[in-house]
C-alpha cells in the first residue's frame, strides 16, 4: 500500500513534534517494507522536508510530490490538516485533543480556527478518527455523537532519549545551570493556560519557607501565549529566587533536568495524553499531576493525583511530597515500572492495523 505521512511538524519542539517522530518514525520501520511511505508538509512551515531530514528521524520515508497526484491509497493526517487525496484514498486523522471546543480561552484564536477547521474538513471527507487516549476518545464521542469505542486510540509512550542517567553525568550536564540533582521541583510545558502555572506558582510560594527555599521552582518550555500576568508573577518570583525560567531546552539538556528533579509537577488542566509525565517517569523523576481528562491514564497509578484547579490542594501535595524521601522514591519506583510499558513501537503497530482495510472504522 503506498501511504502518505503528515510531517509539517517534524522538527518541532512539542507534542505534535514529538508524535510526527517518533510515532512515524516507528511505523515505517516496523512496516517491514510492506508499505511504501512518502511524506508532505502540509501546514509549509519549515519549507520542504527533504531525505536528509526523514533520515535524522529514523523515517524511513520518500519526499512526496502532491498527496492528489501520487496515487496514495492512504494519507496519516498529524497536523489538523486535510490535504487532496486521490479517489478512494483513506485518511486517518490523528485527533489529540478537543481542548480547543472545551478550554476556547486557553488557546489563540488561529489555532482554535485551524483545529477546528481541520476536524471539520476531516469528518466532511469521511476520516477515520483516532485519539491519542481512552479518555481523548471519550471526549471526542461526546462532541460528535459517537460511541467512544468507534474511536480507535493510539498509545503513545516516552522517547528512547527520555532515560535513567548515571549521577555523575546528572550532575555535569545540569552545572551549566547552575541546578545540583534533587534540589528543584520541575514543571515542562509552554508557558499558557492550559499547562496552570499560575496555580502551581501560587501553590510554590504557599509552601513553608523551608521547603519553598529548599526547592524552587524550575519551569522550562517555550514562551507560550496570553500570559502577560503570569509573566509578572514569575519574574518576581524569580527576584526572590524562588522560581528559575529556563525558557526552551534541548533534548538532552531535558532528559538531564527530569533525571535531576526531586520532583517532577504537571497541573494541566486538560490534556489529550500528558507526553512529559511518562517522560519524567521514565528519567526516574516522582510525578505529581492532575487527576482530570487522559491525566490519570497516562500516569496509570504511578503518579500522585491532585485538584488542579485547587490551589490549596496543589500546595498539601508538594508539602507532602517534597517532605517525605520515601513518598518520593515510591513514586520514582512506580513511575520506572510504568513508563517501561510504554513502547512507540506499540503506537506503530495501532497504526499497522488501521491501515488494514477490514479493521476500518465507519460512523
Given at each position: 500500500?503506498?501511504?502518505?505521512?503528515?510531517?509539517?511538524?517534524?522538527?518541532?519542539?512539542?507534542?505534535?513534534?514529538?508524535?510526527?517522530?517518533?510515532?512515524?518514525?516507528?511505523?515505517?520501520?516496523?512496516?517491514?517494507?510492506?508499505?511504501?511511505?512518502?511524506?508532505?508538509?502540509?501546514?509549509?512551515?519549515?519549507?520542504?522536508i527533504d531525505a536528509e531530514q526523514l533520515a535524522a528521524a529514523r523515517l524511513l520515508a520518500t519526499p512526496g510530490t502532491r498527496p492528489a497526484q501520487d496515487a496514495l491509497e492512504a494519507f496519516v493526517?498529524?497536523?489538523?490538516?486535510?490535504?487532496?487525496?486521490?479517489?478512494?484514498?483513506?485518511?486517518?486523522?490523528?485527533?489529540?485533543?478537543?481542548?480547543?471546543?472545551?478550554?476556547?480561552?486557553?488557546?489563540?484564536?488561529?489555532?482554535?480556527?485551524?483545529?477546528?477547521?481541520?476536524?471539520?474538513?476531516?469528518?466532511?471527507?469521511?476520516?477515520?478518527?483516532?485519539?491519542?487516549?481512552?479518555?481523548?476518545?471519550?471526549?471526542?464521542?461526546?462532541?460528535?455523537?459517537?460511541?467512544?469505542?468507534?474511536?480507535?486510540?493510539?498509545?503513545?509512550?516516552?522517547?528512547?532519549?527520555?532515560?535513567?542517567?548515571?549521577?555523575?553525568?546528572?550532575?555535569?550536564?545540569?552545572?551549566?545551570?547552575?541546578?545540583?540533582?534533587?534540589?528543584?521541583?520541575?514543571?515542562?510545558?509552554?508557558?499558557?493556560?492550559?499547562?496552570?502555572?499560575?496555580?502551581?506558582?501560587?501553590?510554590?510560594?504557599?509552601?513553608?519557607?523551608?521547603?519553598?527555599?529548599?526547592?524552587?521552582?524550575?519551569?522550562?518550555?517555550?514562551?507560550?501565549?496570553?500570559?502577560?500576568?503570569?509573566?509578572?508573577?514569575?519574574?518576581?518570583?524569580?527576584?526572590?529566587?524562588?522560581?528559575?525560567?529556563?525558557?526552551?531546552v534541548d533534548r538532552e539538556t531535558l532528559v538531564a533536568l527530569y533525571n535531576g528533579a526531586a520532583l517532577f509537577a504537571y497541573p494541566s488542566l486538560a490534556e489529550g495524553y500528558g507526553l512529559p509525565?511518562?517522560?519524567?517517569?521514565?528519567?526516574?523523576?516522582?510525578?505529581?499531576?492532575?487527576?482530570?481528562?487522559?491525566?490519570?491514564?497516562?500516569?496509570?497509578?504511578?503518579?500522585?493525583?491532585?485538584?488542579?484547579?485547587?490551589?490549596?490542594?496543589?500546595?498539601?501535595?508538594?508539602?507532602?511530597?517534597?517532605?517525605?524521601?520515601?513518598?518520593?522514591?515510591?513514586?520514582?519506583?512506580?513511575?520506572?515500572?510504568?513508563?517501561?510499558?510504554?513502547?512507540?513501537?506499540?503506537?506503530?503497530?495501532?497504526?499497522?492495523?488501521?491501515?488494514?482495510?477490514?479493521?476500518?472504522?465507519?460512523?
Amino acid at each position: 500500500m503506498r501511504v502518505g505521512l503528515d510531517v509539517s511538524k517534524l522538527g518541532a519542539p512539542d507534542g505534535l513534534g514529538t508524535f510526527t517522530r517518533e510515532a512515524l518514525g516507528a511505523l515505517t520501520r516496523e512496516a517491514g517494507g510492506a508499505h511504501e511511505f512518502l511524506t508532505y508538509d502540509l501546514l509549509g512551515e519549515g519549507g520542504r522536508i527533504d531525505a536528509e531530514q526523514l533520515a535524522a528521524a529514523r523515517l524511513l520515508a520518500t519526499p512526496g510530490t502532491r498527496p492528489a497526484q501520487d496515487a496514495l491509497e492512504a494519507f496519516v493526517a498529524t497536523s489538523y490538516c486535510v490535504p487532496r487525496l486521490p479517489a478512494g484514498a483513506r485518511l486517518l486523522f490523528v485527533v489529540y485533543d478537543v481542548t480547543f471546543l472545551s478550554l476556547p480561552d486557553c488557546h489563540t484564536t488561529g489555532n482554535r480556527v485551524h483545529c477546528l477547521g481541520g476536524l471539520v474538513d476531516s469528518l466532511v471527507a469521511g476520516a477515520d478518527l483516532l485519539a491519542i487516549s481512552h479518555d481523548g476518545a471519550h471526549e471526542l464521542g461526546a462532541w460528535l455523537g459517537r460511541a467512544p469505542e468507534s474511536i480507535p486510540v493510539l498509545p503513545l509512550a516516552p522517547g528512547p532519549d527520555f532515560r535513567r542517567l548515571t549521577p555523575e553525568a546528572t550532575v555535569r550536564q545540569l552545572a551549566p545551570l547552575s541546578l545540583e540533582p534533587g534540589s528543584y521541583v520541575l514543571s515542562v510545558g509552554s508557558l499558557e493556560p492550559r499547562k496552570n502555572i499560575a496555580a502551581l506558582l501560587h501553590a510554590h510560594a504557599g509552601l513553608p519557607d523551608g521547603l519553598r527555599r529548599a526547592f524552587p521552582l524550575v519551569l522550562a518550555g517555550s514562551q507560550g501565549w496570553r500570559n502577560e500576568a503570569l509573566g509578572a508573577e514569575l519574574d518576581a518570583a524569580a527576584a526572590q529566587g524562588d522560581v528559575r525560567r529556563l525558557g526552551r531546552v534541548d533534548r538532552e539538556t531535558l532528559v538531564a533536568l527530569y533525571n535531576g528533579a526531586a520532583l517532577f509537577a504537571y497541573p494541566s488542566l486538560a490534556e489529550g495524553y500528558g507526553l512529559p509525565v511518562v517522560e519524567a517517569m521514565a528519567c526516574g523523576a516522582p510525578v505529581l499531576t492532575s487527576n482530570v481528562s487522559a491525566l490519570p491514564e497516562t500516569a496509570g497509578g504511578a503518579a500522585q493525583l491532585v485538584d488542579p484547579r485547587s490551589t490549596i490542594s496543589l500546595t498539601a501535595a508538594l508539602a507532602e511530597l517534597l517532605g517525605s524521601d520515601e513518598k518520593r522514591q515510591r513514586l520514582r519506583t512506580l513511575g520506572i515500572a510504568h513508563a517501561a510499558t510504554r513502547s512507540w513501537r506499540n503506537t506503530a503497530h495501532a497504526l499497522l492495523a488501521r491501515l488494514q482495510p477490514q479493521t476500518r472504522t465507519r460512523s
